[in-house]
């Protein structure tokens, strides 16, 4: 195991930069999430980390060597792709002993560790089967079992399970946790799912158009989002985002375009009039017999929870509610923020007031 340090790289493909000094500590043993939206650079990242990008500036090191100028194959860490990448004509006990057998390692040995692979990831049964008899959470777990076999310093996973369907990624989620669990191997992993960064994560690295928006434990970016981005990015359904201006005489509130008040616990000095972005979560808002009055759009109930879309003037919102209402499109309901559990943007930058 090792820590990893990524300090102030750059990538640039031309005169195109697509990664701006970007910063990431990672601990020995963490399991670090880089989250963010397509073409944010998380992949990219994780490609050169792994040595397969070249690196414009900065360093990266892993342990106390800095790897910019090392071959891959030289950096004892074991990829695990989306796509799975195995070779389709040998079998799985193969597949998870090639690398070793490339290291001119004892058959003995090989046979070891891939059983002890193979033990952990409930593959016993499967060593002789080929790829095209596996299920797609199988193949993933022997991609995964191909890493372990090679004892590595850093895991990086590359987007694994976004071809899986749905029931099987969360199966999966557990299957990697309960791995990291077990090996406390240096982990970093590559998702554009905010869900997966949530449940997963020791760390996540949330990025947008090649920048670190912010680095936190995931309740800590739920909780305390430096800007607008991260409050928008994380959680689901996403945080509500509602244009208004903030008073602040007396106890303070923000008065939207339609005259509504959204009460929140405290200001900024010297702020009254401000324009700001009102934040509330879904879950942060109650139905009460005072509040805001909102138009129901439209109703979603799943069973264990109810979403309603709805409109305060032409702003729309979501909430979620535990409890079942019964409420129906047209229906006129107000809708109570928890003030404490408000968040104030500045309308121009974004950040968090």
């Known amino acids: 195991m090792a820590s990893v340090q990524i300090s102030d790289v750059r990538k640039s493909f031309g005169g195109f930069e697509v990664l701006h000094g970007v910063t990431v500590p990672i601990e020995d043993g963490a399991f670090v ?54 070779y389709p004509h040998m079998t799985v006990a193969q597949n998870m002993g090639f690398s070793l057998k490339l290291r001119k390692a004892g058959h003995a040995d090989i046979t070891e560790r891939v059983r002890k692979a193979a033990d952990i990831l409930d593959l016993a049964p499967l060593l002789d089967r080929y790829p095209r008899q596996l299920s797609g959470g199988q193949r993933q777990r022997v991609a995964m079992g191909r890493a372990i076999v090679r004892d590595p310093q850093v895991f990086l996973f590359d987007e694994p399970l976004s071809n899986l369907d749905a029931k099987l990624r969360v199966a999966m989620r557990t299957e990697i946790k309960e791995l990291h669990q077990r090996l406390k191997t240096t982990t970093v992993y590559v998702t554009h799912d905010q869900i997966e960064a949530m449940t997963m994560a020791d760390k996540i690295v949330v990025m947008h158009d090649g920048i670190v928006e912010q680095i936190g434990a995931p309740l800590d970016l739920y909780d305390r989002p430096d800007n607008q981005f991260v409050a928008g990015f994380i959680g689901s359904p996403a945080m509500n985002f509602i244009s208004g201006h903030l008073k602040s005489g007396g106890q303070p509130y923000v008065e939207t375009d339609n005259g509504s008040r959204l009460p929140v616990a405290n200001a900024p000095s010297a702020s009254d009039g401000r324009p700001v972005t009102y934040g509330i979560r879904p879950e942060h808002l109650d139905i009460a017999d005072d509040g805001i009055e909102v138009e129901v759009a439209v109703v979603e109930p799943t069973g264990s929870e109810t979403q309603i879309v709805a409109r305060i003037g032409t702003q729309e919102i979501i909430a979620v509610f535990r409890d079942r209402h019964e409420v129906e499109p047209g229906d006129r309901i107000h809708l109570r923020p928890r003030a404490n559990l408000a968040h104030l943007f500045d309308k121009d930058t974004g950040r968090r007031l």
């Open 33 to 86: 999430v880089l989250v963010g939206p397509s073409g944010c650079g998380k992949s990219t990242l994780l490609r050169m980390l792994a040595g397969l990008e070249n690196i414009t500036s900065g360093t990266i090191s892993i342990g106390d060597r800095v790897v910019n100028n090392v071959q891959p194959k030289e950096r004892d860490i074991a990829m695990v792709f989306q796509n799975y990448a195995l």
